[in-house]
């Protein structure tokens, strides 16, 4: 049994942000703020598939379990893979955006753009 009681079932979004041209596939728990951020070699199935099971052994080692993701249509191409390993990929209408990942990305590119105006070099 989770420690969070009523969050032991979580649905988490996700999406890919570039950084330099840099993937990282980035999921945010809009509930409790739990995020991660896990850098991609390429944007091919296996590798997407690769570190979303990452992010979802994540979860489950604190104790959450994930049985749905909300995902653009990015990830459409990946949907039945992931349905295979237990995981509803929730797919968004065509041209709409998750309000919490696209926030928690824009966060994230705002502070890594403040750090880098610091850098003295």
């Given amino acids: 049994m989770c420690r969070y009681g009523k969050h032991s079932y979580v649905t ?22 739990f995020r991660t951020a896990e850098l991609v070699k390429d944007m091919k199935n296996n ?5 979303i099971d990452q992010v979802v052994q994540a979860y489950k080692t604190r104790g ?5 993701i909300l995902a ?9 893979q992931l349905e ?10 065509t041209n709409e955006l998750i ?13 890594v753009r403040s750090i880098a105006t610091t850098i003295p070099f």
């Fill in 12 to 33: 988490p979004a996700i999406d890919v942000m570039f950084i330099n041209k840099i993937p990282l596939v980035m999921t945010t728990l809009h509930i409790i703020h």
């Fill in 47 to 51: 590798t997407l598939i690769t570190s």
């Fill in 64 to 68: 959450f379990k994930i049985k749905a």
């Fill in 72 to 80: 653009d249509g990015q990830f459409r191409h990946i949907q039945q």
């Fill in 84 to 93: 295979q390993k237990g995981v509803i990929l929730n797919i968004c209408a």
């Fill in 99 to 111: 309000p919490e990942i696209e926030r928690y990305i824009i966060t994230v590119k705002e502070r």
